[in-house]
């Protein structure tokens, strides 16, 4: 499996942005939960959301809950990450991510994820 993550940019606080992460090299994407996560500078990778396989649900960090909205198109293998209201917090650099398996308890743990992208910057500054 093979991510390409895009749309990163640079945007004022309350901007809006939307992500895309597209996988290749597989047949059936609807069996891999997505994550999104992000790491900024000096500080070590977190969690930000990700869409269960088979439509098992969406979940997200508290920080950016209500803000960002994590979606996939099945037929594409692409998930879309749309961010509005960013904050100057929000400036990193988003990673896309796949697994195959995984129990939700590990959804927000970065070791269970097998497959990454390359990852996109986003800076939010005014």
């Known amino acids: 499996v093979q991510l390409q993550a895009s749309g990163g940019g640079m945007v004022h606080p309350g901007g809006s942005l939307r992500l895309s992460c597209t996988a290749s090299?597989?047949?059936?994407?609807?069996?891999?939960?997505m994550g999104w996560f992000r790491q900024a500078p000096g500080k070590e990778r977190e969690f930000v959301a990700t869409i269960r396989r088979h439509g098992g649900g969406t979940f997200y960090a508290d920080s950016v809950k209500g803000r960002f909205t994590f979606s996939r198109d099945a037929a594409q293998n692409t998930g879309y990450l749309q961010m509005n209201s960013l904050k100057p917090e929000d400036t990193a650099r988003y990673y896309c991510?796949?697994?195959?398996?995984?129990?939700?308890?590990?959804?927000?743990?970065?070791?269970?994820?097998?497959?990454w992208g390359q990852g996109t910057q986003v800076t939010v500054s005014s």
């Open positions: 991510a796949a697994r195959y398996d995984g129990i939700l308890s590990t959804i927000r743990a970065e070791r269970s994820y097998s497959f």
């Open positions: 090299g597989v047949r059936t994407f609807g069996s891999y939960d």
